[in-house]
């Protein structure tokens, strides 16, 4: 499937399926080396268009809800409400009113962007290159910028919450006064204690962009077979179910996890 | 891979979406699941309460029937010995009014047949001086021989 009439090769193949659609503002549509200020056009698309379709659909559910006998549709989705509800109430001690939806947005979104994942590789960017998109890039969360973006706003959460809750006095000294509590231990404090907090959000979005870009290339390596690709493709998607699944589940669990660490004084 | 504005633009719809979500979408859902758990948790307690109840009235119910059972009997055996009683004095009102008529035909008959031969007397002493006055027309006195008559008389 690769573009602009090249021959078609395995290695040509796969960079042709690992390119994102992308506007810049300098160079307009697929310029190369654009600089900051390019969009991936495909990510973003296909990303706002699940979250879209995930609050539309408990939208017009919450809408309809009723307190008698729920509707099958209702029972589904308030078995995840639950399940968020669950989670958050588990982990997180406080009286946050952000805290569970930010959990139930970042649970089901992640999910819907991961599931793109179990749609055949060749299918939409084939689709999109017979109307004349000559890349597309189907899972949002392959994209380092996506889920960085979603891990650094958790991270200002972070910032926000611990200032909020501890003042900027005790955030200073959480950064500079642990584990050692002495103050000729602070340079050695705070280089710890940087590390763990910048820890927090490049782990989070690497751990998922990680996680489903392998995926994803091994869905691509294994489309490349040809018919073989059948009795393999099989396997290694129902295996990406469980993956799928774990990752959102992970992205929403650290969040919590951070959020509630943020809201608590040791 | 490189880092580029889609970050951004990815972070700013994260966060309207959870805004929207936070808006819009948690807390009717939560809401009606809190308020079904409630309505639930209600209808048990009222069902168990209900329960309670029935127990309860199924409980005085069979008081009542077997006061009921015992109260019939009760005036079952009355009414027999009502009966009883009835019957009995019936049955002495009617040999009293037995023996009361029987009595009174007795005394009846009694004075009947009194007044008859009192009559028969009357009239054989009346045959009888008419007789003897027959006979005895033409010589004797009928006053000097009334004390001869009136002992034939009784002698009837």
């Not at chain 1, 809408?63 to 109430?89: A, H, W």
Request: aromatic share 10%; glycine share 6%.
């Amino acid at each position: 499937m690769a573009g602009q009439g090249e021959a078609l090769t395995s290695s040509s193949y796969i960079q042709h399926h690992l390119t994102n659609l992308t506007w810049s503002v300098d160079g307009g549509w697929n310029a190369h080396d654009a600089g900051f200020w390019t969009f991936h056009v495909d990510s973003l698309l296909i990303a706002v268009g699940l979250g879209v379709l995930f609050l539309w659909l408990f939208r017009s559910v919450a809408k309809r809800s009723t307190v008698g006998v729920p509707g099958k549709l209702q029972c589904f989705i308030e078995m995840v409400i639950d399940f968020v509800d669950e989670n958050v109430k588990d982990t997180f001690h406080g009286k946050n009113a952000l805290i569970a939806p930010l959990a139930l947005t970042i649970f089901v979104w992640v999910f819907l962007m991961n599931l793109m994942d179990l749609v055949p590789v060749d299918l939409l960017p084939h689709a999109a290159q017979t109307i004349g998109i000559p890349y597309l890039k189907v899972v949002p969360t392959t994209d380092l910028n996506v889920t960085l973006g979603m891990s650094l706003s958790v991270f200002a959460l972070i910032i926000y919450y611990t200032v909020k809750v501890k003042g900027v006095g005790g955030f200073v000294k959480e950064l500079t006064m642990q584990p050692f509590n002495h103050w000729a231990f602070i340079p050695v404090n705070f280089l710890l204690e940087a590390v763990t907090l910048l820890a927090k959000p490049v782990s989070l979005g690497l751990r998922l962009f990680g996680n489903l870009y392998a995926g994803e290339l091994i869905f691509i390596l294994i489309a490349l077979l040809g018919y073989w690709q059948l009795p393999l493709y099989f396997p290694w998607a129902v295996f990406h179910i469980l993956i799928i699944v774990l990752q959102a589940f992970i992205f929403m669990m650290l969040t919590i996890v951070y959020l509630s660490m943020a809201h608590e004084d040791h | 891979m490189n880092i580029n504005a889609t970050l951004i633009g990815q972070a700013i719809a994260f966060a309207i979406f959870v805004w929207f979500c936070m808006k819009y979408v948690w807390p009717p859902l939560l809401d009606a699941i809190e308020a079904r758990q409630k309505k639930i948790a209600d209808g048990l307690t009222q069902a168990e309460r209900a329960g309670k109840d029935l127990e309860l009235a199924q409980a005085k119910a069979a008081e009542k029937l077997k006061e009921a059972k015992a109260q019939a009997a009760e005036i079952i055996d009355q009414a027999n010995k009502r009966r009883t009683q009835i019957v009995e004095e019936a049955k002495n009102e009617g040999e009293a009014e037995r023996s009361k008529i029987i009595a009174q035909g007795e005394a009846e008959v009694e004075a009947e047949r009194n007044r008859a031969r009192e009559e028969l007397r009357q009239q054989v002493a009346t045959l009888a001086i008419a007789g003897a006055e027959k006979i005895i027309k033409r010589s004797i006195d009928k006053e000097a021989n009334s004390d001869i008559i009136d002992k034939l008389v009784a002698e009837l």
